[in-house]
């Protein structure tokens, strides 16, 4: 189990020649807009796929993703270097997201709606061009990312930085502001949960490989 | 809590590999003991495993475009809704000054101390010095030295000696027409 995407810039950069994101964001604040753009280009996908697995819905994910740097822009002054950058970015998304939750938990006939046209999709994949491993494939993300969706959300957040994004404990830690244990238990319980509802692809899974 | 269950708690920590040595041990025998535990350890790796491996998904190709676009159409009403307000801000704070500034003027030339009924019976409204105060152990009818503060005790006529009168010149008057 090794961390996945890397998730902080300043990781990256400390390897190569690139500036760090805590430069960049420095360079920001004193008025060079370059240096916004590199964050953006940057952080973008894996901001994607953190707000996408946590709200199952990629329109909705690049909307917050758009609004999360929007907030960057705007309060770049806020951002002081007592925490690191990524985690102060994950902060604002992970924030944004939640607050999204919560307007669809009110809209929720709007809500059903949605999931019902989800479980079309999931019954009904492209079949035109994909050949049967990628449809495998995307039959298998689509059940994955249901199994995410219908966690608690305290348990899917830190599933998706922890196991997706590829975050360390500590780091999950800054991020949702709970104590570092409570991270450990909480990702241990969504892993069981996920196990348990995953457990007839998994068993599948498992007769294909064998 | 049965072991199983407490060993459950363990299975994130074993699989990386940050239980400490006592505790890795015992997880060890536990798996060996219980099946089940064996089964659930391997799919809790199999689940973390496909999570990292789900497809990597990116934003769309105009998505800088966009962000900018929204930077640019949001902020610059904001910027102006700043100033308006700080310059709001300024304008009322110098209508407040002059109101206040005007009602503090009305207050003092309105107060107490200048009215003309009351101006005679303050002494400090007009300060007098103190030749000009009037003993009250000395009786004004005997003596008023201070009666004429302002006089010119030399033009006074009345109190120019006899002598002085003797010798003041008499002035003849010409008739000019002759």
Same mark, same amino acid.
């Given at each position: 189990? %090794? ?48 707000? *996408? ?19 960057? *822009?705007?309060?770049?002054? *806020? ?7 990524? %985690? ?80 360390? *404990? ?41 | ?30 798996? @060996? ?36 676009? @929204? ?68 009786? =004004? ?9 302002? =006089? ?11 002598? =002085?009168? @003797? ?12």
């Amino acid at each position: 189990m %090794t961390k996945t995407q890397g998730s902080s810039g300043t990781e990256r950069a400390q390897q190569g020649s690139q500036p760090t994101d805590e430069e960049l964001i420095a360079r920001f604040q004193n008025g060079d807009t370059y240096a916004f753009d590199l964050l953006v280009r940057r952080y973008k996908d894996p901001l994607l796929n953190f707000i *996408y697995r946590f709200l199952g819905d990629l329109v909705e994910a690049e909307d917050i993703v758009q609004e999360t740097f929007y907030r960057v *822009y705007k309060n770049k002054h *806020y951002y002081k270097e007592v925490a690191k950058f990524s %985690t102060w970015i994950y902060t604002i998304a992970g924030n944004l997201a939640k607050t999204e939750l919560r307007r669809r938990k009110r809209r929720k006939v709007f809500s059903i709606h949605k999931e019902t046209s989800a479980e079309k999709e999931l019954e009904l994949p492209d079949l035109k061009s994909d050949p049967e491993s990628e449809v495998n494939t995307v039959v298998t993300e689509k059940l994955i990312q249901k199994a995410i969706t219908s966690l608690p959300q305290k348990f899917r957040q830190v599933i998706v930085l922890r196991d997706i994004q590829g975050f360390s *404990y500590e780091e999950i830690s800054s991020i949702i502001k709970v104590p570092l244990g409570t991270v450990k238990s909480r990702v241990n319980r969504a892993r069981l949960k996920l196990q348990e509802d995953l457990d007839f692809l998994l068993e599948d899974l498992e007769n294909i490989s064998n | 809590m049965g072991d199983s269950d407490r060993m459950k708690n363990y299975i994130s920590d074993y699989l990386e590999n940050s239980l400490d040595p006592s505790t890795h041990k015992e997880f060890e025998d536990a798996l @060996k003991r219980s099946r089940e535990l064996s089964t659930m350890t391997d799919r809790v790796a199999a689940v973390s495993a496909h999570l990292s491996n789900l497809k990597k998904h990116t934003c769309s190709d105009d998505f800088s475009v966009k962000l900018r676009e @929204k930077i640019h159409t949001t902020s610059e009403p904001l910027i102006s809704r700043r100033t308006v307000l700080r310059y709001s801000f300024a304008a009322s704070f110098v209508i407040i000054l002059v109101i206040a500034t005007f009602t503090i003027t009305n207050l003092m030339s309105d107060s107490p101390e200048n009215t003309p009924t009351l101006q005679g019976s303050t002494q400090n409204a007009n300060p007098v010095s103190a030749e000009e105060q009037v003993d009250p152990l000395v009786d =004004e009818g005997e003596l008023n030295i201070n009666s004429k503060p302002n =006089e010119n005790a030399f033009s006074d006529s009345s109190r120019v000696q006899p002598e =002085e009168k @003797k010798n003041k010149p008499k002035i003849k008057y010409v008739d000019q027409k002759k």
